[in-house]
């Protein structure tokens, strides 16, 4: 049998890598206050955006390169360790079978309701009560392209840090600034919020493209099964119906928010 590298990890019950599976659940996530980022690009993008990488993981076949030298220097500079795993176990760790060769372990980072300001032909989102990961992800996505300055979680909602949510995102949870607050504290907050506020109704009257130029924008998104809760909709300037064909359902929630921040940003001008 040839000489094994003493250093590469082979085990699943090693404790770092016990630490990182528990990130699979929101429990172990909150524990640790971090979340886990799969793929080299997407940990390079989170290291030049200043998060803090705890653990990059790599595994042994991990190409050596420009962007990984950049990682690995990036996870040090900020305290974190570097370890090296198995292909096997890196398999095992991402739980599919064309794992990336690099998983980072970074740290949970939230933003906070005073930097939530009406700047001119900005734009923020407001979700309320959104409970599908594939969802949230995608909405992340598609805030990042559109340049949102940020998005508010309303109530009881998904973890944005699951792994699910982070993968559908793409890369984009590093880039979009997430802020969870209350019901209440979203009342509270918005009689402060002096830009205007467009919701989105399946029984509203009025077409996307009626929302027109205006000042800063939040857009306000309902929830997947029950939609825009009446003391929400109450906080909308106007509310706003995506035509769809007779007795079509609904949008699915991630599709009607792409079409709406594209409504919503086209209208403001806003520069991508
Ligand atoms: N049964 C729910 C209802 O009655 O509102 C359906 C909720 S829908 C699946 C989830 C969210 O997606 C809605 O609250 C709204 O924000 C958005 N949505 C879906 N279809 C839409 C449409 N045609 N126009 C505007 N928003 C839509």
Redesign the pocket.
Known sequence: MPDQNPTVIRSAANQEIKALRALETKKGRSQQNAFVSEGLRHVVEAVRRGWRVNRLVLSESASPGELLREAIHGCEAGGGRVLTVTDELMTRIARRDNAQSVIAVIEQRWGKLESVVAAPGGTWLAL?GIRDPGNLGSIVRSSDAFAVAGVLLIGNTVDPFSTEAVRASMGSIVNVPLIRLDETAYLDWHRSWTGRTV??????SLQ?ESVGRGPATLL?????????PARIAATCTRL?????RDG??????A???A??LYAVTASAGAQR
């Open positions: 309320e919701g989105t109704h399946l029984r509203a996307p306000v998104m309902g929830n997947e099964q029950s939609g825009l706003v119906r995506i035509p769809m079509a359902d609904s949008l699915n929630l599709a009607a928010t079409i709406m």
